[in-house]
């Protein structure tokens, strides 16, 4: 299936952006969706049904999965402007903002990537409170590495790449209380059309389980009223 993308331009965290996300599988945790169960045959891990099950209580109570905000998250918001800065500055590339991503074919799968670079890339910028994370990240040199240690950022870049039909992600880890180049680390990851493909299956089994469990649980309500 070729996927076609809906540019909403709708503003990252923002009430239209929260409503709008509703019940959809999103590129930050579409890692979840990734790995199979245990069992012969079982599409997904334990941790992927109860990613499904979230979004049909979402669906249910019309409310989107709060952000927990925390020392660790706004030291990553605070820190993000200037990790942006800082890469434009040194790789000379423009950062255009970013905005909602949603399938066309599947609305329940959506992205929102940290910034658009030029034509073909993206940006996805992190910056740990702790510093150990940070200088985890500097060790990344091959996609596979990558994929296997830091899946979670791995799988949420191949599917912004694949929502925003963009060629490579550019991966940022910032920390600024390291006084010098090393503060700022990039990682390109290029997109893989094989994990594309993968990550639109798992999406549109996902979908035919979460909304097999929403009308289960609508036929419910149906009989006790």
């Avoid at 952000?67 to 990553?76: K, R, S, V």
């Avoid at 200088?135 to 799988?155: A, G």
Wanted: with cysteine; aromatic share 12%.
């Amino acid at each position: 299936m070729d996927t076609a993308t809906n540019n909403s331009r709708i503003t990252p965290y923002s009430t239209e952006w929260f409503e709008t996300r509703i019940g959809a599988f999103t590129a930050s945790e579409i890692h979840k969706l990734m790995s199979e169960g245990k069992t012969k045959g079982k599409i997904f891990s334990d941790k992927g049904e109860t990613y499904i099950l979230e979004k049909v209580h979402e669906l249910l109570s019309r409310l989107s999965k709060p952000n927990i905000a925390n020392y660790a998250t706004q030291w990553g918001v605070d820190n993000e402007p200037i990790a942006l800065a800082w890469y434009a500055k040194l790789t000379g590339r423009s950062v255009e903002p970013s905005y909602l991503l949603i399938d066309e074919d599947f609305k329940a799968l959506q992205a929102t990537p940290d910034g658009f670079v030029g034509e073909d890339g993206l940006i996805e910028v992190k910056c740990p409170a702790n510093g150990s994370n940070h200088i985890e990240h500097c060790f990344i040199t091959t996609d596979e590495y990558f994929k296997k240690v830091h899946k979670e950022y791995y799988w949420q870049m191949q599917c912004q790449m694949l929502l925003a039909k963009r060629d490579w992600c550019d991966f940022v880890s910032f920390d600024p209380r390291i006084n010098s180049d090393l503060g700022l680390f990039i990682y390109r990851l290029n997109f893989n059309p094989e994990d594309g493909e993968l990550i639109e299956y798992k999406v549109a089994k996902a979908i035919e389980q979460r909304d097999s469990f929403f009308e289960l649980m609508s036929a419910k309500t149906e009989v006790s009223e």
